[in-house]
């Protein structure tokens, strides 16, 4: 496929980052055909990425809703925060949770993580409680294999609970050594990762290429949200969002597309 060379693009100096749930998506449901349409629209002006926390597979099921592939739709794709990150359809230098930690604590992560989740008392568990990424861990009470209807309820169910932030506290406790941030970034999760690597991680590849403004769309902007640090950085120019149809609307008035 063939993509006009950013420096050709009238804007090709200005790029724009989103997170994918809230932001371009519901959660973890698919974009609609009119956001996509924008997104293309803004990238004959500009430079567009993402910037999430799920990991590629998961966000191509949203992202790439005619079964293409997600990287022949955007110049930069970070999944898990910008651990796994791709400029123009080719990867770019990555690191790795499990060297960052080493076997033996990893080991002690998952040992404690699966006792706690076996002794948790909540209304419903499912499949797939930890979920092993490249640059993260995810840590679901219900596990990843909950139905959609199911997380809908679990979300509704923690809101009044708190058993994600009770979980966190105890790890913060239990593991203080090892230099982790913990972010409740979905509905049934939370994601584990070394400090710094939130999303101002994808930062680090966009700044080389010298763009004049980055613009960072997000729901979760709120402390300890997950968008959090990439929305407050000096480098961005933050957008809070309360949904899809809201970054349309911002996208609009600014490229007039
Ligand atoms: O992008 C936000 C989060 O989306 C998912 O969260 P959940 O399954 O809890 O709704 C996960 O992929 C999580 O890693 C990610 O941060």
């Given at each position: 496929?063939?993509?006009?060379?950013?420096?050709q693009?009238?804007q090709?100096?200005?790029?724009?980052l989103?997170?994918?749930?809230?932001t371009?998506?519901?959660?973890?449901?698919?974009a609609?055909?009119?956001?996509?349409?924008?997104?293309?629209?803004?990238?004959?002006?500009?430079?567009?990425?993402?910037?999430?926390?799920?990991?590629?597979?998961?966000?191509?099921?949203?992202?790439?809703?005619?079964?293409q592939?997600?990287?022949?739709?955007?110049?930069?794709?970070?999944a898990?925060?910008?651990?796994?990150?791709i400029r123009?359809?080719?990867?770019?230098?990555?690191?790795s949770?499990?060297?960052?930690?080493?076997?033996?604590?990893?080991?002690?992560?998952?040992?404690?993580?699966?006792?706690?989740?076996?002794?948790?008392?909540?209304?419903?568990?499912?499949?797939?409680?930890?979920?092993?990424?490249?640059?993260?861990?995810?840590?679901?009470?219900?596990?990843?294999?909950?139905?959609?209807?199911?997380?809908?309820?679990?979300?509704?169910?923690?809101k009044?609970?708190?058993?994600?932030?009770?979980?966190?506290?105890?790890?913060?406790?239990?593991?203080?050594?090892?230099?982790?941030?913990?972010?409740?970034?979905g509905?049934?999760?939370?994601?584990?990762?070394?400090?710094?690597?939130?999303?101002?991680?994808?930062?680090?590849?966009?700044?080389?290429e010298?763009?004049?403004?980055?613009?960072f769309?997000?729901?979760?902007?709120?402390?300890?949200?997950?968008?959090?640090?990439i929305?407050?950085?000096?480098?961005?120019?933050?957008?809070?969002?309360?949904?899809?149809?809201?970054?349309?609307?911002?996208?609009?008035?600014?490229?007039?597309?």
């Amino acid at each position: 496929m063939s993509v006009v060379p950013f420096a050709q693009r009238p804007q090709g100096d200005v790029i724009c980052l989103f997170d994918v749930d809230g932001t371009l998506t519901p959660a973890r449901r698919t974009a609609s055909p009119e956001i996509l349409e924008v997104l293309k629209a803004v990238r004959q002006k500009a430079v567009i990425g993402f910037v999430g926390g799920s990991d590629l597979p998961k966000i191509t099921e949203q992202l790439a809703v005619h079964g293409q592939d997600i990287r022949d739709d955007f110049d930069f794709c970070f999944a898990e925060n910008g651990l796994t990150a791709i400029r123009l359809g080719q990867d770019l230098e990555s690191q790795s949770f499990i060297k960052f930690l080493g076997e033996d604590n990893y080991k002690r992560l998952v040992k404690f993580v699966l006792h706690y989740i076996a002794d948790m008392d909540i209304p419903i568990k499912r499949g797939t409680f930890m979920e092993f990424r490249n640059g993260m861990v995810n840590i679901s009470p219900i596990g990843r294999n909950a139905s959609v209807k199911e997380r809908d309820e679990f979300e509704q169910y923690d809101k009044i609970h708190k058993v994600r932030a009770a979980f966190v506290e105890i790890l913060k406790k239990e593991f203080a050594d090892l230099g982790l941030t913990y972010s409740i970034g979905g509905q049934i999760s939370f994601d584990v990762f070394p400090q710094g690597w939130d999303k101002t991680y994808a930062l680090r590849h966009v700044e080389k290429e010298g763009f004049k403004t980055i613009h960072f769309f997000g729901d979760k902007t709120y402390v300890g949200g997950n968008d959090y640090e990439i929305y407050e950085d000096s480098r961005t120019i933050g957008h809070p969002v309360q949904s899809p149809a809201d970054t349309i609307r911002i996208l609009k008035e600014i490229f007039q597309v």
